[in-house]
């Protein structure tokens, strides 16, 4: 009898030799794939990507892997890596990783040359498919290794980061080192209130992507309204264009005559861009952020705040700043050091993560961002994809908890609750521990709301 289970994440779909014309550098074999993913809203989707093999062999246990997260190409099938190749120097950064001795996974993330829409800028979308692409590697091919790290630039850099806050639970069987994270847009509110701030500025070149692309997961969200008849061209153009398209669409335009000047300020556009923001919590890895001094793209400030944050919260992080960079040079600086510290990664030793599921940073204060990094733990450690209901709840369910915490035990209103607050809270109302119990069991991965919806098991 024919088996109806599900392939599992990561399991290989279908398979080919890539054309010669996409291998990077370096490459000895080069092959087109498709893999099973979890699919944001948890139907399962298959995932296209590429996986690249050096030319020397392979180490005793395989050849350590890189996880590539490519940078925006737009948002249409046609812009998928594995079809029309890496961008020249995109697959330079790759050819070298090669030349390293790493094998380089590179997927294109869901929607992009398979069915359905991509989900821009949707970290917690993507972050599965860069994970699964390393287990679909590994059935392919018997070079590949189980140790790898993750790589991504732009926005890849988005996807790498939300990436490491989930790789080791999510697959446990592989052995995750860390996080290099090239120019990320890390904080979108931030990086669309500096983009926009001038009307006399020109408009960036993210913006009709970022505007188009994230009504898919947005629905409601639609930002033509808000915009010029020249602005809301740009996002139809977006619907198909590459990103060399865009560029020349955009050409001269003003933040004023697209009509996006201030645009954090507008109606229903800041929570739609708080809700990309990547969480700051401590990481269980190792992270590298390398960011360019004229980056024209993701201003540096963007991304000094950030690797700031990380730093606080006890994240061993490294930043790289290169003076003089633009957002495209970011790609080739100081890739010997990346290199260097990659290599350091892999050989080395990695302690398991001892630190509080509740306090997540370890600093003796909670904050919102621990709580969503708490919960989208909790969602992928029970295998749920972070658009099912079950997952949503568990969300829903922790996001609510902060409010209630932070409303009671936040008395100076920092939106952090240190350690002496919530010690305070305890002693006025012990009976406050009740709702927490509820944080504290989470051997089954979901909220007490989620465990209510969730179908009977059938034994």
């Known amino acids: 009898m024919r088996s109806s289970a599900k392939p599992g994440p990561g399991t290989v779909l279908d398979h080919r030799t890539l054309p010669r014309s996409l291998w990077p550098d370096s490459a000895a074999e080069a092959f087109h794939l498709v893999y099973q993913g979890l ?4 139907s399962g989707r298959a995932v296209s990507g590429s996986l690249f093999l050096p030319d020397r062999p392979a180490p005793p246990g395989g050849l350590p892997v890189v996880s590539y997260a490519h940078g925006t190409t737009g948002l249409a ?11 020249r120097l995109e697959r330079e950064h790759v050819a070298r990783w090669l030349a390293a001795g790493y094998a380089v996974a590179a997927t294109d993330y869901e929607g992009l040359a398979t069915p359905g829409p991509h989900p821009y800028f949707n970290g917690e979308a993507v972050a599965d498919d860069v994970v699964d692409i390393v287990r679909a590697a590994r059935l392919l091919h018997p070079d590949v290794g189980r140790t790898w790290l993750v ?6 850099g988005h996807a790498a980061l939300f990436t490491g806050l989930i790789a080791a639970t999510h697959a446990p069987e592989l052995d995750f080192r860390g996080t290099l994270a090239l120019a990320p847009p890390v904080h979108l509110p931030l990086l669309v209130d500096l983009v926009t701030a001038d009307g006399a500025g020109r408009l960036s070149v993210l913006l009709p992507f970022l505007l188009a692309g994230l009504r898919t997961s947005h629905p409601g969200f639609d930002a033509r309204a808000l915009l010029t008849d020249a602005g809301g061209r740009l996002l139809d153009v977006a619907e198909t264009a590459t990103l060399v398209d865009m560029f020349r669409a955009v050409g001269r335009l003003t933040n ?6 201030d645009l954090p300020t507008r109606p229903g556009v800041a929570p739609v861009l708080r809700a990309c923001r990547v969480p700051v919590t401590r990481m269980d890895r190792p992270v590298l952020v390398s960011a360019g001094g004229a980056d024209e793209i993701v201003p540096l400030a963007v991304v000094e705040r950030f690797v700031a944050d990380l730093a606080g919260t006890g994240t061993p992080v490294r930043f790289d700043r290169h003076e003089g960079a633009t957002h495209a040079d970011v790609l080739a600086a100081g890739h010997d050091r990346l290199i260097g510290w990659a290599d350091e990664l892999v050989a080395g030793e990695v302690d398991p993560p001892d630190f509080d599921p509740l306090d997540a940073d370890g600093d003796g204060c909670l904050t919102r961002d621990d709580f969503d990094v708490f919960a989208l733990r909790l969602a992928q450690g029970a295998g749920e994809p972070p658009g099912s209901p079950r997952a949503r709840a568990i969300r829903h369910d922790y996001r609510a908890l902060w409010h209630r915490l932070a409303e009671r035990a936040d008395t100076d209103v920092d939106g952090r609750v240190s350690r002496e607050e919530f010690q305070r809270l305890l002693a006025d109302d012990p009976t406050a521990l009740a709702d927490l119990h509820a944080l504290g069991g989470v051997s089954p991965g979901v909220s007490p709301r989620a465990r209510r919806s969730a179908p009977a098991s059938s034994g």
């Open 256 to 261: 004023d005559e697209a009509g996006v000047t």
């Open 39 to 42: 699919g944001y809203d948890g």
């Open 77 to 87: 099938d046609h812009c998928a890596p594995s079809t029309t190749g890496l961008t």
């Open 151 to 156: 790589t991504g630039f732009s926005q890849g």
